[in-house]
């Protein structure tokens, strides 16, 4: 059986995956796209086709040999944008520690190199399989010489493959004479002319019948129609030029030795390092974790059972001025904890039936004894830590995410990479994709050693990232507001808020009823039936049958995007009822149906609350989503009666009013802003009336819409373009409307400039409270990413400082219902507002608490107003 010989185009995979793939950074700002692409293709082909041999040619940047030919060839490519050229050295470097043989040629490009050995691999007797994302490359496929052409979509990776065969059936000519072909049509994107006027078609045409530019050269007179004919014999020597153009140069004079392309152990450590440097979380399965990190901190790992050592162990953590604890448990309680007593001295503790409750009650006495605890994940250690909160207790992950609020995920190894600059095993390297419990069971060696990381990382990482977060300026962010929000948000969830199971079913019930009448409504219309779920078929009836307007192609058919819909849907009444049925059908899956498996044995839904998710710092909520229900929709509103109060309580809602605006409106210090908050209520009548210079009392109710829309756009750096598809307008007159904006209240113009402006010279967007929001994109070449990131820029400050203020409220608040020792419990945060389940007798001291910790959270020049209402059921309280 034939050796496999695999060689990569690299400046071809790497371009491919660049433009393929979204734009990706890792926490220190470098991109990775491209690197990524090109290393899930490299493995793609690893695994499939399993080779000894292997090598990566690029190109040297400098003139081939075909530039001294042709001095435009490839003179209309535009330079390489910088975010990819930083991608290639990082490559390049991956490729060396992984002992892949990388190949260049000053004066001839990577195909002509790759060309070169795949012939010389053929008379070596190797099976070769050349891998590149340019077609160029079919010449060279024959019957044992093997094209393999990936394509990226939407992260996933398909890959053509070509034998000389392949070519044929494609293409309806040989590889050979594809260069024939190119010597004819041209290439625009390497500035090769061909014959000017002939196009691929024509070129196909005419080498499928005279196989050469020379025989249909000699031919011309037969080819029809005359102009064709007359192209070619006007323009032969350019057609020549071109073809030794096109030609890949499989004669390179190379000195490679075919053994330096023998593939060895590809997953070393050096390879492990940049891996984890890039943030390829996903990609460390590959390697062997009992290899790729060596610490000498794992001597210090210990394993202990007895009672004497435990004891011992938690007598010698609160000697010190630290500790890092980790303590791990699921609803059945504690299974395991790890103390790193010093760096020196770190314990995993496997729980037995004997060690329980002692260790509970170790784990207690020592978050209770006043040393400092460093720990990472706390708010799901106090489900079954009784503890209150205590300022000698820190949540590193919650620092982290203060410091960089971008990534994905603070876990111990990221806290080690950013504030240790050392490399520790993921958890996926150490117990894979089990959970930790099963881990726990299943590999309890390598749980041990997992955890004790955990505990040592948080002890030896604690400092370095107090000391980031006071030099940032976010230290008091940290301490006084993110902590203390932490015990907040466990008790909601532990709270938890009731749900009527009957009221739940029967509003399911209804959604039922009401989605099969819209289909049989829909299908009766069309007059057949169809799969209202399929945006192909619907596409083809909606587009291709009934010839509505807006149709948009795409490869998969026509687009049934939400907004083309809301286009047609106020002349076209079938789109209005698509349309409805989808929100009902979404309403049921995801509300009526799955709400059903969330509540628990006490009747209540015990949500997730996630501080570290949204990049503003608004809390966000999960399993689940107790803040998207929607409400734009009478149906949508009415989920919210399902949402009730235990017997004897009842539901007090509180929402900020015009939150945003109040900040735009303080942090600009815009006089004629803050005077028209002032003078009356109605903030968008006199945005209108001073907009379209209309008195107060003559403002129409579409100019108050639109006025409106303008207020809550312009904190969000609206567009005319954006304006002007939210309000149905043309674009100058959306532009029309925020220029007068903008002249009316000018400060806001400029406190949005100075936004951006600030955001590109730190790097960071800041709110009224020191929170800082990383704005990478304004640095991008590419003109929608940086456009995104003036956005984030302008709206960061704004919508950062409303999520401290609820924050804010939500700890006041919740403090308070328990100075006072109420039975009253805060069940709900949703954006600008907070939702309280209030005993009826304290129902008059909740209004008294709410109305004044919310209004006081923050001192603005515009006063902050809330409305407050309550009600038997979320959707009567709102």
Known sequence: MKKKLVLIDGNSILNRTFYALPELTNSRGIHTNAVYGFVNILFKILDEESPEYLAVAFDVKMPTFRHDMYEGYKGTRKPMPPELQEQLPIVKELLAAMGIQIMEKPGYEADDVLGTLAKIGKTKGFAVSLVSGDRDMLQLATDDTLIRIPKT???????????????????????????????????????????????EKTALKIITEFKDIENAYAHREEIKPARTSNLLGDNMETARMSRKLAAIDTKVPLNYDFEDFKLKNLLTKEAYQIFKDLEFKRL????????????????SFKTILSMDEIRAVFEQAEKQPSAGVRAFATGSGLYGAAIAATEENIYYIPVTDENRSFLSEMLQSLFASGIKIATTNLKEQLKYLDLEYSDNVYDLGIGAYLMNPLKDTYHHDDLARDYLEMTVPASEGLIGKLSPEAAAVQKPEEFA???????????????PLLERLEESGMLDLYLNMEMPLLYALHEMEKV???????????????????????????????????NINSPKQLGEILFNELKLPFAKKTKTGYSTSADI????????????????????????????????????????IHGTFNQTIAATGRISSTEPNLQNIPIRV?????IRKVFVPEPGYIFVDADYSQIELRILASLSGDENLIRAYKEASDIHRITAAKVFNTPLEEVTNTQRNNAKAVNFGIVYGISSFGLSQGLSITRKEAAKYIEQYFKTYPKVKEFL??????????????????????????KSSNFMQRSFGERVAMNSPIQGTAADIIKIAMLNVNRELKKQGLKSKIVLQVHDELLVEAAIEEKENVYEILNREMTNAARMSVPLEIGIDEGYSWYDAH
């Open 284 to 299: 460390l399965s590959r390697f062997d974790f009992k290899h790729a990190d060596t610490n000498d901190i794992e001597e």
């Open 753 to 778: 400039d100075k936004s951006v402006e600030d955001a590109k010279k730190n790097g960071y967007a800041v709110t009224m409270f020191g929170r800082r929001r990383p704005v990478p994109e304004l």
């Open 449 to 463: 050693k997992y955890a004790c990381y955990c505990a040592y990382v948080s002890l030896a990482a604690c400092k």
């Open 496 to 530: 938890g808020i009731r749900v009527e199971k009957k009221a739940l079913e029967e509003y399911g019930h209804e959604l039922g009823v009401r989605i099969e009448g819209l289909t049989k409504e829909i299908h009766t219309e069309i007059g057949r039936d169809f």
């Open 153 to 199: 979509k939407f992260g996933s990776t398909e890959i053509e493959d070509y034998y000389a065969d392949d070519v044929v059936s494609k293409y309806g000519v040989t590889p050979e004479e594809l260069i024939e072909v190119k010597a004819l049509m041209g290439d625009a994107s390497d500035n090769i002319p061909g014959v000017p006027g002939i196009g």
């Open 565 to 604: 819909l809301e286009k047609l849907a106020t002349e076209f009444p079938i789109v209005s009822k698509i349309l409805e049925y989808r929100q009902l059908t979404k309403l049921k899956s995801t509300y009526a149906d799955g709400l059903a498996g969330y509540i628990g044995p006490d009747n209540r």
């Open 634 to 638: 009478e149906m949508g509103r009415i």
